[in-house]
């Protein structure tokens, strides 16, 4: 028998109407009934009986269908396991990253490993927001990530970065003066949105403005240095403040700054050699102590 063959009697048992099963395997009709009929005569038993119902598998055809689901797993398992030992043998790692951690860290990091890790390591990045990268972690759609903000979940994590949040506006001025100002909003993980939030709510009585709606964070310097508002965000450590402007540091009511941790979160498993080889040198010459916060080279 073909390996087709186990996959029609294991579609026909999980969906016994013989149009359906053939429009599942991409085949006609008269094709999988003149197929099924082939296999039956070459077994030497009734597979299944036709009712008004749709087919009714006899005992014999039930066996073999507990039989091909077994045989139809065990050809995808083969398949993926020679995916993944392909994969490990072009030592291939799959990294996400957030926005502004790819813009501003994220290719220092690929230069340091080059130096001293594996020069055979050929790497792939993802950009995304930092809850989706973090799904893709949880899901095995990227080897690791470099995610923004604490997330919970069966993940190893180490600490990359710590940066404190700023208002950042073209001269100085008073934070009491933000709620009858512009402000110009971007697009940042839920996370950020949450702790700027967080901040606004014990300064004020009143709702953080809506204020113009930015693409990314890139847009905001640029918006800001014209006069058309200003922004609450978070200033990675190596910004360059070309357009001279204004950033001061936001702390909370007790006096401590407000921060973004940034984490490289991946799977509690077992992973190939090379993906351990960077894990590592991440852990050991990127990875900063928890409450060491990066302050912007501007200031």
Not at 31 to 46: A, N, P, Y
Not at 93 to 120: C, H, M, R
Not at 231 to 255: I, K, M, Q, S
Not at 262 to 283: D, G, M, N
């Amino acid at each position: 028998m073909r390996d087709s063959d186990w996959e029609i009697i294991n579609e026909l048992f999980r969906n016994p109407n013989v149009s359906r099963a053939a429009a599942a395997l991409f085949m006609t009709q008269p094709t999988l009934t003149k197929r099924l009929q082939h296999i039956e005569r070459e077994l030497g038993v009734r597979i299944a009986e036709r009712t008004p119902k749709g087919l009714t598998f006899t005992p014999e055809g039930t066996y073999l269908a507990q039989r091909a689901a077994e045989h139809v797993e065990f050809v995808n398992q083969t398949f993926r396991g020679l995916e993944d030992l392909q994969r490990a043998s072009r030592k291939a790692i799959t990294i996400g990253s957030s926005y502004t951690f790819n813009k501003y860290n994220l290719w220092e990091v690929l230069e340091g490993y080059a130096e001293v890790g594996d020069p055979e390591v050929r790497f792939t990045v993802v950009n995304e927001q930092s809850d989706v990268l973090f799904r893709m972690v949880l899901d095995g759609n990227v080897d690791l990530a470099f995610v923004r903000g604490d997330h919970e979940g069966p993940v190893e994590s180490i600490l990359v970065d710590c940066t404190q949040a700023y208002l950042v506006y073209r001269e100085p001025v008073a934070t009491d003066e933000l709620p009858l100002l512009p402000r110009i909003d971007f697009r940042t993980n839920q996370e950020s949105t949450e702790l700027l939030n967080s901040w606004w709510a014990e300064r004020f009585t009143c709702d953080m403005p809506q204020g113009m709606s930015v693409g990314y964070i890139d847009f905001v310097w640029e918006l800001v240095s014209q006069g058309k508002g200003y922004a609450l965000c978070f200033v990675p450590a190596n910004f360059e403040n070309e357009r001279g402007l204004y950033l001061h540091p936001l702390t909370r009511a007790d006096g401590s700054p407000v921060v973004r941790r940034t984490w490289c979160v991946y799977p509690k498993a077992v992973l190939p050699p090379h993906t351990e080889s960077f894990i590592r040198y991440v852990r050991d010459d990127v990875a900063i102590s928890d409450g060491e916060v990066l302050r912007p080279r501007c200031l």
